[in-house]
Every structure is written in structure tokens, then in C-alpha cells.
């Protein structure tokens, strides 16, 4: 008899299970899983909101995350754990800093800066939501996995073939409970879920390129929760030298601009194309 497939919010309790890292004897050194979802090696996303998590362990109750900055230097393999280091940067009155090294096989592959805050009171002030359909009028895409998505698409291409947005997209995720900190880390695991925004000329086209993010820059506006339903709207900025510069934007439903992205990548067409299936 054929097993039956998980459910979405199975799924989910799956993908919060590896983002959520391990302490171990020593305060500032945690663990994480390396789940084999997307092939040999593991989606950037895990590698980013396990740092962000492990982070977020070492500071007070009242700092929440404001930005971190990250490189990759090596994939990191599915099936192996990792071990996420955490300094002690700064420990300031409204800001205080970490530096988060993930390792495995005793080689590093991720390092990150991240920045806690108090918020102030201050100017208030945001880009607009573009105004996509509603959720609900939207197809739901193909990908299956513990986030829904339903992807409008790249805008229509400009006279000159460029496009205001490359990737327009609702994600949809299951009630995750109250906690900020799995707020944050699931939201910092949907900043990577960018799709193929960053080579406007093949999006459509998967496996013909070896695409590989080399530093990722994440900053969290404002207190927000990842569950229900948020938008997603990423710009190429710039592909040359074999890499792309991508640029987004995550809204709340109401249209609260919550997480912005940076990310540069590397692009390299393939002799020989892979296999399918796709990443997120």
C-alpha cells in the first residue's frame, strides 16, 4: 500500500522542526539538521533563518531583529548536521550585534552578521503594496512543499525588455502560534524563496544553470507574523559577470511592508542541463 503524501501543515511542522536550532553545553553554540527536500545540497533559506534562530537565542527578550548580512562560502549538504557559532559582537543599550558561523565537517559555509534593535518612535513612512489580486483570485502554482504559493508572474517586459518586477508572488503558511522568534526565523526562510527573479531572461527555465546565492542581506521593518498570507515582490536589478543583484519586498496582506532583500547570486549556464525537479 502507498504511503500518503503529507499534508501542507505537516509539511510545515517539518520545515519548523530544521529551522529551529538545537542548544547544546555551550550557550552559544547551537545545531541544526540539514533535511534532504531539494537535492545534495540545502536550500539557502534553511542556512539563513538557522543563523537568524540561533542569533536570536543569545539576546534578550526585548531585542528583536532589525537586519542581518550574510555570505556563503560553501554549500552545505543535506543529511549532516551543522554547527551554528554565535560571538558576542556588541551587547548595546538600543542596538546589539552577533556574528553567527555555521559549520560542518569542520569547514565554514555561512556567515552572518545580525543586528538587534529597541524600536523608537519616529517618521513613519513605506513604498506602496502594488496592488496584486487578492490571494484567493490567484492559481495556486505546481510547487508543493509547506508553503502555498500562488505566483502572478514577472510584469510585462518594458520597449527596452526590462521589467518592473520579475517575481510576484502570495505565499500562504499555516497558523505557527505566537512566538516572534519563529516569526522571524520562517520569515527569514521566505526572503530566500526568490525563485528564478534573478535571470529575467530564462524564468521560465530551470536546470540548464547553476544558480547559487553568494551573500544575502535581510532587513525586518517591523514586528510582523509569517502565517496567513504575505506578498512577495522581487526586481532584478542587474545581471553581468555571471552574477544577478536581486531586490525584494515581503507585504502583509494589509499591505505592511515587513522584510526587505538583497541578494547577489552566481549564473552559470550549463553544458549539460539537470533534472527535474525545481527549487523553491
Known amino acids: 500500500m502507498q504511503e500518503a503524501a503529507p499534508t501542507r501543515a505537516e509539511m510545515m511542522r517539518e520545515l519548523v522542526d530544521a529551522l529551529v536550532t538545537r542548544p547544546t553545553s555551550d550557550p552559544n553554540v547551537f545545531t541544526a539538521p540539514s533535511p534532504d527536500w531539494f537535492g545534495p545540497r540545502l536550500f539557502g533559506g534553511f542556512v539563513v533563518a538557522q543563523s537568524l534562530n540561533a542569533a536570536i537565542k543569545t539576546v534578550s527578550g526585548d531585542l528583536r531583529p532589525h537586519s542581518l548580512h550574510g555570505y556563503f ?7 549532516h548536521d551543522s554547527e551554528l557559532r554565535v560571538e558576542h559582537v556588541r551587547d548595546g543599550r538600543t542596538f546589539t550585534t552577533r556574528r553567527v558561523t555555521t559549520v560542518q565537517r ?13 524600536d523608537e518612535p519616529g517618521d513613519e513612512y513605506q513604498a506602496a503594496l502594488p496592488e ?8 495556486i502554482s505546481d510547487f508543493d512543499g509547506p508553503v502555498e504559493m500562488r505566483d ?27 512566538d516572534p522568534a519563529l516569526h522571524a526565523t520562517v520569515l527569514a526562510y521566505l526572503s530566500d524563496m526568490t525563485g528564478t527573479s534573478f535571470r529575467p531572461h530564462s524564468l521560465g527555465v530551470w536546470g540548464e544553470h547553476t544558480d547559487a ?6 532587513w525586518f521593518h517591523r514586528p510582523a507574523r509569517a502565517d496567513g498570507w504575505l506578498f512577495y515582490d522581487l526586481h ?40 527535474w525537479p525545481p527549487t523553491p
Open 152 to 178: 502572478l508572474g514577472a510584469t510585462p517586459a518594458r520597449a527596452d525588455g526590462t521589467m518592473e518586477s520579475t517575481r510576484r508572488v502570495w505565499f500562504g503558511v499555516d497558523p505557527l502560534g505566537d
Open 73 to 79: 562560502l560553501r554549500g552545505v549538504e543535506t543529511g
Open 213 to 218: 546565492s553568494l551573500d544575502h542581506a535581510v
Open 106 to 118: 569542520g569547514k565554514e559555509a555561512f556567515v552572518a552578521t545580525a543586528s538587534f534593535c529597541v
Open 132 to 139: 496584486p489580486p487578492e490571494p484567493e483570485n490567484v492559481e
Open 236 to 275: 532584478a536589478l542587474v545581471n553581468t559577470g555571471g552574477r544577478s543583484l536581486v531586490r525584494g519586498e515581503l507585504y502583509t496582506r494589509d499591505g505592511r511592508l515587513c522584510v526587505s532583500l538583497a541578494q547577489e547570486l552566481l549564473i552559470r549556464k550549463l553544458d549539460t542541463p539537470l533534472a
